[in-house]
């Protein structure tokens, strides 16, 4: 039923400034994921296409420095030219390289660079901007709440105010009357 006297009046401005506020967190959270959804290179020529929020999830299978430099080390020395002519010498080498390869840590150092060159170029760089994207929303987070506190608390306090002025001005006329 079509009653003008019911209608409410719509105030434009609050619905404007609602209206701002949701584009302005819109706009500060697509800021602030943007590391962890905009591609990057990666590898020796950034030839390796990566995305943050798809390959920072994946485990880190790499080996510090000094774990792969000593599970390295177990590996024979090259061969000079003088003992590549000398098939005595080739085939210890080759005896001496296939023991060293059968051993754990040398796989380990093997697969460990093999991932770091392969499917785990994007791991560390990955893992770095979702961190970037997580502080930044946490710091976005506190930024809203305490917004949304300081509102509220400035409009409880302007209700308690009128409440106050009511009550003040109703005890002056009954005690008047």
């Known amino acids: 039923m079509f009653d003008p006297e019911r209608d409410e009046d719509h105030n434009s401005r609050r619905f404007l400034l609602r209206l701002l506020c949701v584009t302005a967190v819109t706009v500060a959270a697509c800021t602030v994921l ?33 774990e792969l430099n000593a599970a390295l080390a177990t590996l024979p020395p090259s061969l000079t030219s003088e003992q590549m002519n000398d098939p005595a010498a080739v085939a210890r080498f080759r005896e001496q390289w296939e023991a060293a390869q059968a051993t754990p840590a040398v796989q380990r150092a093997f697969a460990a660079e093999d991932f770091a060159t392969g499917p785990g170029t994007c791991v560390r760089e ?18 809203l709440a305490g917004a949304w506190i300081v509102v509220r ?10 409440s106050d002025a009511e009550f003040d001005a109703g005890s002056v006329g009954n005690a008047l009357a």
């Open 126 to 143: 990955s893992r770095h901007r979702l961190l970037l994207s997580g502080i930044g929303l946490g710091v976005l987070f506190a930024v």
């Open 34 to 66: 943007y590391p962890s959804v905009a591609g990057f290179g990666a590898g020796p020529d950034h030839q390796i296409g990566c995305l943050a929020i798809t390959d920072g999830w994946k485990p880190d299978r790499t080996m510090s420095a000094t």
């Open 153 to 162: 608390t400035r409009k409880n306090l302007r209700r308690s105010r009128t």
